[in-house]
């Protein structure tokens, strides 16, 4: 017996050396950023945390700051058409972070605005500004768009994040915390080992893909994307494609924007800035989608419920339509990009930066020409 409990101590000691001589690795490879940001999250893939879901939920303790901190949120138009090293040298007022989720519905949305919140602990910090992008294309039930056969349905990428490493367990519920949020990096100091061999195991992958392929992945590249041009089978797959995302359902989800109205009113109450930014479409996906027509109704409904409030601002984009400006029937090319960054950085520069709680005033149409925004769709 005492042969065999030596056994285990060397072992469970070999062990522990090793977990702990990877963790070292980790931070020579990938050292802990600095707290304070920005913080542009669609990087990632070069990071240890490897996608944005994961670098979200893990990394979200460097927005906890008392600075002030421009934090853009939404889908993954809104992840390529604002592009934060753009917007932060125009915005000296604020740190910019990007923070869209491909795939995201306003649940998931809902989700990254609560982490943060939650981590952000400092009674003094000052107010959050944060910029949701929203197209029609978000507001289906996240039991529709979160039905993968490998989760439990309605489980977003958010969650399933929270509940790889149990810093969350599942319960009836939903997920509860099983590790504070003033925890946070302990725990994920406690896992980079584990980090930086699933960052190993993917790289291995990604080589593997460029040997036999020669690609790192199966998405685009910045260059194929601006010479993309959709033909008229493309665009009609892409209809019946967001019609099945929908749910085959005749309109927009009420639930969802509901969703939106509920926390846009909490982030305005407890004294935080929302700019909700109505993000446009190629114009043939626009004129053909049986939901673009409930969608801006029900949102200039909501922009009316708050556009008394002086830390609110929506703003259209929709003369930013052409056809040929989108590699595919919702993501800006880089050229298009550029324009949405430069319009954002203007309206933000008036709205973020101003020490007064004043109404500005910006035309929904032509952000570039103002100086400022109001809620006029």
Same mark, same amino acid.
């Given at each position: 017996?005492?042969?065999?409990?030596?056994? #285990?101590?060397?072992?469970f000691?070999s062990?522990?050396?090793?977990?702990?001589?990877?963790?070292?690795?980790?931070?020579?490879?990938?050292?802990?950023?600095?707290?304070?940001?920005?913080?542009?999250?669609?990087?990632?893939?070069?990071t240890?945390?490897?996608?944005?879901?994961?670098?979200?939920?893990?990394?979200?303790?460097?927005?906890?700051?008392?600075?002030?901190?421009?934090?853009?949120?939404?889908?993954?138009?809104?992840?390529?058409?604002?592009?934060?090293k753009?917007?932060?040298?125009?915005?000296?007022?604020?740190?910019?972070?990007?923070l869209?989720?491909?795939? #995201?519905?306003?649940?998931?949305?809902?989700?990254?605005?609560?982490?943060?919140?939650?981590?952000?602990?400092?009674?003094?910090?000052?107010?959050?500004?944060?910029?949701?992008?929203?197209?029609?294309?978000? /507001?289906?039930?996240?039991?529709?768009?979160?039905?993968?056969?490998?989760?439990?349905?309605?489980?977003?990428?958010?969650?399933?994040?929270?509940?790889?490493?149990?810093?969350?367990?599942?319960?009836?519920?939903?997920?509860?915390?099983?590790?504070?949020?003033?925890?946070?990096?302990?725990?994920?100091?406690?896992?980079?080992?584990?980090?930086?061999?699933?960052?190993?195991?993917?790289?291995?992958?990604?080589?593997?893909?460029?040997?036999?392929?020669?690609?790192?992945?199966?998405q685009?590249?910045?260059?194929?994307?601006?010479? %993309?041009?959709?033909?008229?089978?493309?665009?009609?797959?892409?209809?019946?494609?967001?019609?099945?995302?929908?749910g /085959?359902?005749?309109?927009?989800?009420?639930?969802?924007?509901?969703?939106?109205?509920?926390?846009?009113?909490?982030?305005?109450?407890?004294?935080?800035?929302?700019?909700?930014?109505?993000?446009?479409?190629?114009?043939? !996906?626009?004129?053909?989608?049986?939901?673009?027509?409930?969608?801006?109704?029900?949102?200039?409904e909501?922009?009316?419920?708050?556009?008394?409030?002086?830390?609110?601002?929506?703003?259209?984009?929709?003369?930013?339509?052409?056809?040929?400006?989108?590699?595919?029937?919702? !993501?800006?090319?880089? !050229?298009?990009?550029?324009?949405?960054?430069?319009?954002? #950085?203007?309206?933000?520069?008036? /709205? %973020?930066?101003?020490?007064?709680?004043?109404?500005?005033?910006?035309?929904?149409?032509?952000?570039?020409?103002?100086?400022?925004a109001?809620?006029? !769709?």
């Open positions: 017996m005492r042969y065999i409990l030596r056994q #285990a101590a060397l072992t000691a062990f522990a050396f090793l977990y702990v001589l990877i963790g070292g690795l980790s931070y020579l490879v990938f050292p802990d950023p600095s707290h304070g940001g920005p913080r542009d999250f669609q990087v990632a893939e070069r240890l945390f490897m996608t944005v879901p994961k670098y979200v939920f893990l990394g979200r303790s460097v927005l906890d700051t008392p600075d002030s901190k421009v934090l853009i949120v939404g889908a993954s138009n809104t992840a390529v058409g604002f592009i934060q753009l917007i932060q040298p125009k915005l000296a007022c604020a740190k910019v972070s990007n869209a989720m491909g795939g #995201a519905n306003i649940s998931e949305v809902a989700q990254v605005i609560d982490l943060v919140r939650e981590t952000q602990s400092r009674p003094s910090a000052a107010p959050n500004t944060f910029v949701i992008g929203v197209w029609y294309g978000m /507001f289906a039930d996240s039991d529709i768009r979160f039905a993968d056969p490998d989760r439990n349905r309605g489980e977003s990428d958010l969650d399933i994040e929270k509940y790889r490493y149990g810093f969350y367990r599942r319960t009836a519920n939903g997920p509860v915390a099983v590790l504070p949020s003033k925890w946070l990096d302990a725990g994920v100091m406690a896992i980079r080992p584990l980090l930086l061999v699933e960052k190993a195991a993917r790289e291995a992958r990604t080589g593997v893909n460029l040997l036999l392929t020669g690609r790192r992945s199966a685009r590249t910045e260059v194929e994307r601006e010479a %993309a041009v959709m033909s008229e089978q493309d665009k009609k797959k892409a209809l019946e494609y967001w019609q099945e995302s929908m /085959f359902k005749r309109g927009i989800s009420e639930t969802q924007f509901n969703l939106l109205s509920s926390t846009v009113a909490s982030l305005l109450d407890s004294g935080e800035r929302v700019v909700l930014v109505d993000l446009p479409i190629p114009s043939w !996906h626009r004129d053909a989608s049986p939901y673009q027509l409930g969608y801006e109704q029900k949102l200039q909501l922009s009316g419920q708050f556009k008394e409030r002086s830390n609110f601002i929506s703003i259209s984009m929709g003369d930013l339509d052409g056809d040929l400006d989108y590699s595919d029937e919702v !993501h800006a090319k880089r !050229h298009l990009a550029n324009i949405w960054s430069d319009r954002l #950085a203007g309206i933000l520069s008036s /709205f %973020a930066c101003r020490e007064k709680t004043n109404k500005p005033k910006v035309s929904s149409r032509a952000p570039e020409q103002a100086t400022a109001s809620s006029d !769709h």
